[in-house]
């Protein structure tokens, strides 16, 4: 099973073709660059940048757009809707076709083929398409607000443990209305939001062989294990992390050839790389607002 999964993550992978103003071309071969670029480049408004990969299940954009957002969106669209691809252009700035995981997509179809987009950004939210927050849009605009005014590399919202498959016990949002953020030494892959400068330490150890598991690991890795200040889950903002699709009541990663062998493809690029196959997640302290200041306090360790 693992050899399999290694092969097929190695060898046969298919070319992803991108679509531009209706127009397609091979990205393994014309990677597109800030010159040749349609006049999506023209649209850019801010410094941040949602991404996704997307397929025919989704709600992503009833949740996180509409008017006042204050970032813009990428979306890998993996369906066979050609109407839902429309709509999701239509609230895009960029919009394109492919196959693969939301990683590999990110990595193949941004941090390769277009980096110049690295550039352009300071902010960047991967999120897998499923997750919903409890107030939509402005969420997402809070998250960037507090990654930026703390100076964070790497952050999550808490998840809504009655709504929520969940992962790790520290995801789960604390229902007090004074606590901010807590400082962690992890957050989960499915909804990480990134520092330019973290993200592209990540991307310059990322293995596309990775679909996902292990790669809240390695980002952390990359940018350092344990720093107490630069990592954190944010309790001011609430998403809901579905355990299955409700249309279909199943899992879209398990639609990727496969997928079962990845916690074993992770155990061998963990070695390659040196970094650790799992770590103790920790709790370094929280920030409470009360009267619109904000007081740190350590966690107490028993």
Not at 201 to 222: E, Q, R, S, V
Not at 264 to 288: F, N
């Amino acid at each position: 099973m693992l050899l399999s999964g290694l092969l097929w993550c190695l060898l046969s992978s298919p070319p992803v073709r991108a679509v531009w103003n209706g127009q397609s071309r091979k990205l393994d071969t014309e990677p597109v660059t800030k010159q040749v670029a349609d006049n999506n480049l023209e649209k850019i408004t801010g410094k941040k940048l949602v991404f996704t990969s997307a397929g025919d299940n989704s709600e992503w954009v009833e949740n996180w757009t509409g008017p006042g957002q204050n970032y813009d969106v990428f979306t890998v669209y993996y369906g066979k809707d050609e109407q839902r691809f429309q709509n999701y252009k239509a609230n895009s700035k960029y919009c394109i076709k492919g196959h693969g995981s939301k990683m590999q997509n990110f990595f193949n179809l941004v941090f390769t083929n277009r980096n110049f987009i690295i550039d352009e950004y300071d902010y960047f939210f991967l999120l897998d398409d499923d997750i919903t927050f409890r107030n939509g849009m402005s969420d997402i605009n809070l998250m960037f607000d507090i990654s930026h005014k703390h100076s964070l590399d790497i952050t999550m919202p808490s998840f809504d443990n009655e709504t929520s498959v969940i992962s790790f016990n520290e995801t789960i949002h604390k229902e007090d209305p004074k606590l901010l953020l807590t400082y962690t030494n992890f957050a989960e892959l499915n909804s990480y939001l990134f520092s330019r400068k973290a993200l592209t330490k990540f991307m310059n150890m990322y293995d596309p062989i990775l679909l996902g598991w292990g790669c809240d690991i390695l980002a952390l890795c990359a940018n350092g294990m344990e720093r107490e200040n630069a990592y954190a889950v944010v309790h001011a903002v609430v998403a809901t992390n579905p355990p299955v699709r409700k249309e279909t009541g199943v899992r879209e990663l398990e639609a990727i050839p496969f997928w079962y062998d990845r916690k074993y493809v992770w155990d061998g690029v963990s070695y390659r790389l040196g970094c650790p196959r799992a770590i103790p997640y920790k709790e370094y302290s929280s920030i409470y607002v009360q009267q619109n200041v904000e007081h740190k306090q350590k966690k107490k360790h028993s």
